[in-house]
């Protein structure tokens, strides 16, 4: 199966589709893509007061550099092809100014997949909103009725409505997948100098066990509050 994922920022990969994603690798009969949208640049803004000294004095460009090396480091820790990894670049925080460009650039991506991975819509995050709102508008775009569209939603950004529940499903990892997952946390150094921040990401490593995910299909487009 060809399977393409979108991811808004540099550690979405993980939070995200993770758990499943280790699956789709471990089984090996996947052909895996990346779509990492946005530079991830953003991140410090509203947390000085919480970071380290040596974050301090790093730029906003420092900080996309950082974030972008450690999307390419999380390829490499899947075992991914480099050249399976796309990168949009887009600037952090600044989503919806992209949407139509990014349609653009995921247009000739996706075609061709079998199944394309993409947060939820009516998402809290701006940037989540407008990766949902690319990966939609080019699947519209080359009218992908044949494609499986398997949606994904962190928590902190809202959850799944009950009007799609005969399309989720929970998926529930064992105790070794759940240490992947830790080891790949390591890669997002980026983040553990937000300290509060990596200590939530790193408590709800080690507690979840248990993933939400839901498949729709093209005609179910707009009919869902996550799709």
Not at 70 to 78: D, N, P, Q, T
Not at 101 to 108: D, L, N, S, V, Y
Not at 163 to 190: G, P, R, V
């Amino acid at each position: 199966m060809k399977i393409i994922i979108f991811e808004p920022h540099p550690d979405d990969l993980l939070f995200g589709p993770g758990p499943i994603l280790l699956q789709w690798i471990k089984e090996g009969e996947h052909n895996i893509h990346v779509v990492t949208v946005t530079d991830g640049r953003a991140c410090y803004r509203a947390s000085k007061d919480m970071l380290s000294e040596d974050a301090l004095k790093m730029t906003e460009d420092d900080v996309a550099d950082m974030r972008i090396n450690e999307a390419k480091h999380s390829i490499k820790f899947l075992r991914l092809p480099p050249e399976n990894h796309h990168l949009f670049k887009f600037h952090d925080a600044d989503g919806q100014k992209y949407v139509k460009e990014g349609i653009t650039k995921a247009t000739p991506l996706i075609n061709g997949f079998d199944r394309i991975v993409l947060p939820s819509s009516h998402n809290l995050h701006v940037d989540h909103q407008a990766t949902h709102d690319i990966a939609i508008g080019a699947a519209k775009e080359l009218n992908l009725v044949n494609v499986e569209y398997f949606v994904y939603f962190i928590a902190s950004y809202g959850k799944f409505k009950e009007d799609s529940k005969d399309k989720q499903f929970n998926y529930t990892i064992d105790e070794e997948t759940a240490e992947i997952l830790k080891e790949w946390l390591d890669i997002y150094k980026s983040q553990e100098k937000l300290k509060w921040t990596w200590k939530m990401y790193s408590r709800y490593l080690r507690k979840i066990r248990t993933w939400t995910y839901a498949k729709y299909n093209f005609e179910d487009i707009g009919k869902y509050y996550n799709f």
